[in-house]
């Protein structure tokens, strides 16, 4: 099969592009750097024409609505152009029709946008990867003390076994309209204190005392009350946090991708 994949340049993208290939499918990466900007709309039409599946793995954190939106939106009508549509499968997280959070808003707008397009689509929502939560747990500790917003979870997951299941989706028989793929998450929901204490424990720190501050505004309250956790449907897989922790250098670099 020939699977376009926005974003193939990016941590997620790549791996997916990786894996694709492995499984002997031509894997072609979309974004700037190969001449396609979602954001313009550039080089769009010529890489979708004859694909049979799209990856929607593309992002700017900083402008959501124009890259993750506007891209879905304009991913969406060149396909409709087209006589037979490819199957977009688009990856989305987790909670973000639950939590007022920016980035998240603009996950289900982008969710929208392909729903609209009429084109088949399947969104696949994964919790935060384990890199992100590993970052979180760092960047929230302040010397002998980490931070957490009331009793906050997160069930972080292994990005390459996302990368693995959106791989499965986009080879799979194309869905007849929209829908909603079941939730991906890792194993095991841990406390924000706890994932800290792992973290630090890793960096050969001793383990902060967790300081827990009130969840003040709409947001906050969000990841306080766990929406940002996986239902009951959801599919757990791929390495558990501490697998993934161990393969990681010591310390572990303040940045938001990993090379494992
Ligand atoms: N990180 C998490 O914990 C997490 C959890 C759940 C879901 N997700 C989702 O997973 C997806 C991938 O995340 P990631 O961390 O792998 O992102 P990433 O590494 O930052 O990669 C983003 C990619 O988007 C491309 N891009 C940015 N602007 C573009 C534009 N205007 N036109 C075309 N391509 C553009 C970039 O390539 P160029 O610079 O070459 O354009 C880059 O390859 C996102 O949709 C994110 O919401 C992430």
Avoid at 151 to 177: E, Y
Avoid at 178 to 200: C, I, K, M, N, Q
Avoid at 239 to 252: G, H, I, K, M, Y
């Amino acid at each position: 099969m020939r699977i376009v994949v926005t974003g193939g340049a990016g941590d997620l993208g790549g791996r997916v592009v990786r894996e694709l290939t492995r499984r002997g499918h031509e894997a072609v990466a979309a974004s700037r750097r190969s001449g396609v900007d979602l954001a313009i709309g550039a080089g769009l039409d010529a890489v979708l024409d004859g694909a049979d599946a799209v990856v929607h793995s593309a992002t700017s954190p900083r402008r959501p609505q124009t890259v993750d939106v506007a891209g879905a939106t304009r991913i969406g009508e060149s396909l409709r152009r087209l006589a037979s549509p490819a199957h977009v499968v688009s990856i989305s997280i987790v909670g973000c029709d639950r939590i007022a959070y920016p980035y998240y808003r603009a996950k289900l707008d982008s969710e929208t946008a392909l729903e609209r397009a009429g084109v088949p689509t399947t969104i696949v929502r994964a919790t935060q990867f384990h890199s992100l939560a590993a970052l979180l747990a760092s960047v929230l500790r302040v010397g002998p003390l980490s931070v957490s917003v009331g009793h906050m979870r997160s069930q972080p997951v292994d990005i390459d076994w996302v990368a693995a299941r959106l791989a499965d989706h986009a080879t799979a028989a194309a869905p007849d309209g929209f829908v909603r793929a079941r939730e991906l998450a890792g194993p095991t929901a841990y406390d924000a204190g706890a994932l800290s204490a792992l973290v630090a424990e890793h960096d050969g720190r001793r383990p902060p005392r967790t300081v827990r501050i009130p969840p003040v505004g709409k947001v906050l309250r969000g990841f306080a009350e766990g929406r940002n956790l996986p239902g009951p449907e959801a599919e757990t897989g791929g390495r558990p946090f501490e697998d993934w922790l161990a393969a990681q250098p010591r310390p572990l670099p303040r940045r938001m991708h990993s090379p494992t």
